[in-house]
């Protein structure tokens, strides 16, 4: 999904909106909306939602670090394994 490339931002301006659709298997669902998005961002789990979030605030470049750079590196086991390592962790 692409990014709508706007010049100015304000802690406004990237205000976002989480709808959770759902609740189940220890996975969060729903709906991300925000004005920089061409469309609401669907996702299935919290680390997509998270990865989305990241790459909008990466791409606006707000909020900047203060003391360290922000850096989340995902990790496509986790991404596509997500719910069955959670529900590992709680057996």
């Known amino acids: ?3 709508i490339e706007k010049d100015v931002v304000t802690a406004t ?3 976002m909106r989480v709808d959770i659709k759902e609740y189940s298997q220890n996975l969060l ?5 925000s004005n920089h998005l061409e ?6 789990s919290l ?8 790459e909008l605030f990466d791409n606006k ?5 203060f003391l360290s750079p ?6 496509e086991k986790l991404m596509n394994h997500e719910g ?8």
């Open 1 to 3: 999904m692409n990014v």
């Open 13 to 15: 301006s990237i205000v």
């Open 29 to 33: 669902s729903g709906m991300l909306h």
């Open 39 to 44: 469309k609401p961002y669907e996702f299935k």
């Open 47 to 54: 680390v997509r939602l998270i990865a989305k979030m990241e």
């Open 61 to 65: 470049r707000f909020p900047e670090a």
């Open 70 to 75: 922000r850096l989340f590196e995902m990790d």
């Open 84 to 91: 069955e390592s959670n529900r590992n962790e709680h057996t």
